[in-house]
């Protein structure tokens, strides 16, 4: 019904940047809250950071002033801008979404996962 696609993971040195996107597609009457989750190995998942469809914003604590989310309402895409990037940010980063989906009612979505690996 839905389907969430990330791109922009890779490899970076320490301190480097790298930008994340995430397209919804499918049966989709509105998107609530998106956000970005991440899950370094044998870790739980955690939150990186979320917004709401009217653009506010939450982030970890531990990016704080450098990861940057934000949202194209009108393309569904969500995108997180990471600089100043630490080897503690290597990771498996998920997209999520909280879709009224049409017909059907509010289901919650997952992306595939991209990794994002930052050397020292």
Do not use: H
């Amino acid at each position: 019904q839905v389907q969430l696609v990330e791109s922009g993971g890779g490899l970076v040195q320490a301190g480097g940047s790298l930008r994340l996107s995430c397209e919804a597609s499918g049966s989709i009457f509105s998107i609530n809250d998106m956000g970005w989750y991440r899950q370094a190995p044998g870790e739980q998942r955690e939150l990186v950071a979320s917004i709401t469809s009217g653009g506010s914003t939450n982030y970890a604590d531990s990016v704080k002033g450098r990861f940057t989310i934000s949202r194209d309402n009108a393309k569904n895409t969500v995108t997180l801008q990471m600089n100043s990037l630490k080897p503690e940010d290597t990771a498996v980063y998920y997209c999520n979404a909280q879709v009224m989906v049409m017909f059907t009612g509010r289901k919650n979505y997952w992306g595939q996962g991209t990794q994002v690996t930052v050397s020292s």
